[in-house]
């Protein structure tokens, strides 16, 4: 089945067909960087994370741009910023840094540019001269205006009636904005205020209004037409609205082919706010529940359903998320038997191919993660209850099986496969254990089964697993054992 994506704007879901033939350009809206990141954006980012490795797995030459919005200002934030006794810089430079690190915890792999509005004020100003000289915009005594009302296509992505528009409408309009022909036109750019950070233009001191930073940095870095645009549910009006108006107006050409919005995350079936006390940053996350746990729960629904972020559905999904871990470090620890794939593993490796195509059919049928991670744990328990039943696997069959969940794996959890849910011993304790099995296979050899089982339960103490097989001994960390300990 070829890969098939929910397009916001024509509300179905399309084959999709690139511009170019085997190569994908990609935009998706990063983190204003006034807070740090919360479970909400997460959420967005690891899916953004996942799309970018699943066009890669599927052979895409991808070409991802992930901005960065470090020019966010209001009074909220002015006060901020005044009362962290940092300069405007310092403070958005300190979120930035926050956000990518945050990025990094969840194993989300770096987008291939990610540039910082604040370094494309030029580029904003040259979009917006093409406005004004074209008609599109018009300039006013606090800035500069679109005019929606010379946009005959005004409203195609979210099916807002621009004539409808009125100031404050649905929170979505500013009445602020006091000089502008219609209450729909918004701001291309703003002039300054006192006490407000500002750059210059042909029309007075002052800064890019939100909407046009996305349209230039995509452009520049991507061209006027690009395949796919990614957001939040709550960036589709008015600012992705916004963007497809002055993008198209400016060039005449289809900015967008295909839309894709992630769904409203919740907390304890409520929007997240501070001064409702049901509100969690990301790192907050990451340090409750761990990275790996915390993905497998925001991909365990599909993007385009709501996802309520609770402590019953997370220990839920908690238990599902260590039996797959688990059986993934055990059939791990299986790969350094030298040993041939045996008869009564033959239906577990002819599954492999059988299990890769239904997580293809579950991924192209519009990213559903949800289905594919289930089709992947699903599987992983069955091998588990093989080795449960058989007492082993050899190193032929471990290493194939392995291979299988690494390759989807990877796309599904990102850094943190190996880095978590593979997560092994060191190179020091590998060394001891070898030592200490040697030894207690010198005592089995001569017939001392009684300290050969002391050895083996005094290991099991410190949680490490010993399995003796036709090959010889297994040995893998009991997962608890690992995740607690540094030396180990």
């Known amino acids: 089945m070829p890969l098939r994506v929910f397009n916001t704007l024509s509300k179905k879901v399309e084959e999709f067909h690139p511009l170019e033939e085997g190569k994908v350009k990609f935009y998706s809206c990063g983190l204003t960087v006034n807070d740090y990141m919360h479970i909400g954006h997460a959420r967005t980012y690891v899916v953004w994370d996942v799309v970018q490795r699943y066009l890669k797995y599927l052979g895409y030459e991808v070409l991802h741009v992930s901005n960065v919005t470090d020019i966010s200002v209001d009074d909220k934030i002015l006060r901020r910023i005044r009362e962290s006794g940092k300069s405007f810089q310092e403070y958005v430079q300190f979120y930035t840094r926050a956000y990518f690190d945050d990025r990094r915890a969840l194993g989300i792999e770096m987008a291939d540019a990610h540039p910082l509005a604040t370094q494309h004020v030029d580029e904003m100003i040259d979009l917006v001269q093409r406005l004004v000289d074209k008609k599109y915009a018009y300039v006013t005594e606090d800035g500069v205006y679109f005019r929606i009302s010379k946009f005959k296509d005004y409203g195609k992505l979210s099916g807002i009636e621009a004539d409808k528009l009125r100031e404050g409408a649905s929170g979505r309009i500013s009445a602020d904005e006091y000089s502008k022909e219609g209450p729909g036109d918004f701001a291309l750019w703003k002039t300054a205020k006192f006490g407000e950070p500002r750059w210059y233009s042909p029309w007075g001191a002052g800064r890019p209004g939100w909407h046009i930073e996305c349209s230039a940095m995509a452009m520049k870095y991507l061209g006027e037409s690009i395949d796919i645009h990614g957001g939040g549910e709550d960036n589709l009006f008015p600012h992705h609205e916004n963007e497809i108006a002055q993008s198209e107006a400016a060039t005449g050409k289809r900015f967008v082919r295909y839309w894709m919005h992630v769904k409203h995350l919740l907390m304890n079936r409520e929007k997240m706010s501070k001064s409702l006390g049901n509100y969690i940053t990301a790192r907050d996350a990451v340090k409750k ?49 030298e040993s041939p794939a045996r008869s009564d593993e033959r239906e577990l490796l002819n599954s492999i191919t059988e299990v890769s195509q239904e997580f293809e059919d579950a991924m192209n049928n519009d990213f559903n993660t949800s289905l594919a991670m289930t089709r992947l744990v699903t599987h992983a328990m069955q091998v588990n209850e093989h080795i449960e039943q058989r007492g082993s696997l050899s190193g032929e069959a471990a290493t194939k099986l392995l291979q299988l969940f690494k390759t989807c794996g990877e796309v599904l959890f990102g850094d943190l496969f190996e880095g978590e849910l593979l997560k092994r011993a060191s190179h020091l304790t590998n060394g001891l254990v070898t030592l200490i099995l040697r030894e207690r296979d010198r005592y089995r050899t001569k017939g001392d089964y009684a300290a050969s089982d002391t050895i083996r339960s005094e290991l099991s103490s410190l949680g490490i697993r010993v399995q003796d097989t036709e090959d010889g001994p297994v040995w893998d960390v009991e997962p608890m054992a690992l995740d607690k300990s540094s030396v180990l």
């Open 289 to 337: 529940y761990q990275a790996a746990l915390v993905r497998f729960f925001l991909l365990s629904s599909h993007y385009r359903s709501e996802i309520d972020f609770n402590e019953k559905d997370i220990e839920s999904a908690k238990a599902r998320f260590r039996r797959f871990r688990d059986t993934l470090r055990r059939i791990s620890s299986f790969t350094g038997i």
